[in-house]
Nanobody
């Protein structure tokens, strides 16, 4: 099993980033996927969830209306579109498969002017 995130970086407040997570080693379309984040000195928290079929999503209150989780099961890809970014969104973002209890290595997102 492997989850590889990409797409992080430095962005100004109000800007956008799109994170990607490529999965391998399991039947991707069967399983829900999640994005978590961990800010410096804080616990890892759930950001968004998407079902295996991609027909239902759920978001943390702090990102509702700004972030969108999606997936392409033909490419074993789950994405997180992040708009209207704020300094409080600064964190390492992780892709996670809850059924397999497997984490990606994380990608750093820094929102700063």
């Amino acid at each position: 099993v492997q989850l590889v995130e990409s797409g992080g970086g430095l962005v100004q407040p109000g800007g956008s980033l799109r994170l990607s997570c490529i999965a391998s080693g399991f039947t991707f379309s069967r399983y829900a996927m999640r994005w978590y984040r961990q800010a410096p000195g804080k616990e890892r928290t759930l950001v968004a969830t998407i079902t295996g079929a991609g027909d239902r999503t759920n978001y943390a209150d702090s990102v509702k209306g700004r972030f969108t989780i999606s997936r392409d099961n033909t490419k074993n890809l789950v994405s997180l579109q992040m708009n209207s970014l704020k300094p409080d969104d600064t964190a390492v973002y992780y892709c996670y498969c809850p059924i397999l209890d497997y984490w990606g290595q994380g990608t750093q997102v820094t929102v700063s002017s």
